[in-house]
């Protein structure tokens, strides 16, 4: 029988007397590919940050595989927004993806080496091996996020959070990530992802959680991924969505990147 | 004899100083070393009024412990006040510092230090306070024994805890999620940049104790991309300051701490230079490479 992954029941945050999330309550099973989908400031990266213990809640809580944060930390990682760090520290990608093997238990002690193994994998991985001893600054953008990832990967983990993988990598990285979500996936990982294109929810994802502020929806994709819930969550944005489009289709907007479809 | 005992002591004061802030520059915490090394100053005047005597390890501790206070000062005007962080820093230093003068000034006879020594140090006096035996024998200055002790302890900090140190800099809610506490590491490094302004302040003084907290480790910063080699470099640039410094003093029959912070200057605009330099090169290949990642 599946259990669920993550469970969140009645998640309250605010920041300054305003909630950033309001009573927010779902269950995800184990082993899918979870999209949480929402306008910008819709406490997208709040969810995941308060699923992770790094926000003080209001009220509400999560559990992971039926227990709290502190009894699975092991099984759980968390990939950050990349531009959350400062990429000109000095250190090299192999140091980042290590830290992946740090813990409360050995953060005195020298690494193994069985972590600098797991290490090497996880650079394979993501098709980063090559580039292990490169400084982080020279990397793009796409392989910043890549190197996150190995990171992330390094822990071994069964549940991983990640805050918009996708965002501002080139299509090589978009799709060197997306093969590698969906290898985790059929090795029964679970897989939740902040993610901003809604082009290619259908595409990509089994589950989606539909959210601004409040939770709008959350379920298996072709139930929940429709014209009315969309509306629910970003309102009258779509529209102004939906006119971009037409502008960019018209050649009227000096777009590079995919064109905007909903 | 005199000349190495002052080299030593200010190279002494380099590596403890820039050691830590390497953390600190990369940290983004600059000011807050600067806050410390004022802030320790009452607690520096207190220990002295208690325990009549400079070089006690309760005073060193006692002293330490205000540089720690002032953090939790700044940390809590910025979270709780919701006043601006260089604006909390601003008010917490200053004020901690300012006391310090009037009890030195209130107490200036029962405690022998006075303002410009508190100010500015008085590294060539560092020779003349040495440690001697009961059986007459003298071990050299006193000063170097106390920053010796305190930069074994630095090594060792940094030695075991490099690696709770580099995460906690670099990514510290990725830390976070790990399990590893972030608060320990950072009043950790804290407390150990207090126990070295505290050491170092005899010598160099509250106000040249920033120049060697900073500028050290952001010389290594422009001239390398890899944290081990970045603290070695600091304590290079730390070492090659004192011993410059010490020159441009008896050149110019100077203030010795003084003319070691505008060496470590000197050596900061060398390592911008070469940095511009280095970076003028590398502009080239690396333009050419972005249209390949970013499609």
């Known amino acids: 029988m599946p259990t669920s992954a993550i469970e969140v029941h009645n998640l309250t945050v605010s920041y300054n007397q305003r909630p950033v999330l309001w009573d927010v309550d779902f269950t995800l099973p184990e082993g899918k590919l979870i999209a949480i989908v929402g306008p910008n400031g819709s406490g997208k990266t709040t969810l995941l940050k308060s699923i992770m213990g790094l926000v003080p809640l209001s009220g509400g809580f999560a559990r992971l595989f039926d227990q709290p944060l502190a009894d699975v930390r092991s099984q759980v990682s968390y990939v950050p927004q990349r531009e959350s760090v400062d990429w000109d520290f000095p250190a090299r990608v192999k140091d980042v993806v290590l830290m992946g093997r740090y813990r409360p238990q050995n953060l005195l002690r020298r690494l193994t080496r069985l972590d600098r193994e797991v290490a090497d994998w996880a650079l394979e991985q993501v098709r980063m091996k090559e580039f292990a001893q490169r400084q982080i600054s020279q990397l793009s953008g796409g392989q910043q996020q890549r190197v996150f990832i190995a990171r992330s990967l390094a822990q071994q983990a069964n549940l991983y959070l990640m805050d918009e993988p996708f965002a501002g990598v080139d299509a090589a990285s978009e799709k060197a990530i997306l093969e590698l979500l969906l290898q985790l996936k059929d090795r029964g990982k679970t897989l939740l992802i902040v993610h901003h294109d809604l082009n290619t929810v259908r595409q990509y994802f089994d589950w989606v959680v539909l959210m601004n502020t409040r939770l709008v929806a959350a379920g298996p994709v072709e139930e929940v991924f429709t014209e009315a819930n969309l509306q629910a969550a970003y309102g009258g944005q779509l529209t102004v969505l939906a006119q971009v489009a037409d502008r960019v289709q018209e050649g009227g907007f000096p777009v590079r990147k995919k064109e905007v479809k909903i | 004899m005199d000349a ?63 540089g720690v206070l002032v953090t939790v000062l700044i940390e809590w005007l910025h979270r709780v006040g919701r006043m601006q962080a260089d604006a909390s820093i601003g008010i917490s230093y200053t004020t901690l510092f300012a006391i310090g003068i009037i009890l030195i000034s209130y107490f200036t006879r029962q405690v022998d230090l006075d303002q410009d020594c508190v100010l500015y140090g008085e590294i060539a006096y560092v020779p003349l306070d040495t440690w001697i035996l009961s059986n007459g024998t003298s071990l050299g200055p006193r000063a170097v024994w106390i920053l010796g002790g305190a930069l074994l302890l630095i090594l060792t900090f940094i030695g075991m805890g490099y690696k709770g140190l580099q995460l906690t800099t670099f990514d510290a809610s990725y830390a976070a999620t790990l399990g590893i506490s972030t608060v320990f590491w950072h009043y950790a490094l804290m407390s150990t940049v ?97 249209p390949e990642s970013y499609i």
Request: aromatic residues 8%; contains cysteine.
């Open chain 2, 194 to 290: 207090s126990l070295a302004t505290v050491v170092s302040f005899e010598s160099v003084g509250a106000i040249l104790v920033v120049a060697f907290l900073i500028v050290p480790p952001a010389t290594a910063y422009l001239l390398t991309d890899r944290l081990p080699v970045m603290l070695g470099l600091s304590a290079l640039f730390g070492f090659l300051s004192a011993v410059l410094g010490y020159g441009l003093a008896v050149a110019t029959n100077g203030s010795v701490a003084g003319a070691m912070a505008v060496a470590a200057g000197f050596w900061f605009i060398l390592a911008l230079g070469i940095h511009f330099i280095k970076k003028r090169l590398h502009a080239f290949p690396a333009r050419r490479k972005l």
């Open chain 2, 4 to 66: 190495i005992w002052i080299i030593l002591t200010g190279t002494l004061v380099a590596l403890c100083c820039g050691l830590l802030g390497s953390f600190l520059v990369l940290r983004q915490m600059a000011m807050v070393g600067d806050a410390i090394s004022h802030a320790v100053l009452p607690g520096i005047v207190i220990a002295f009024l208690l325990a009549e005597s400079r070089d006690s390890l309760p005073m060193l501790i006692g002293a330490a412990a205000v």
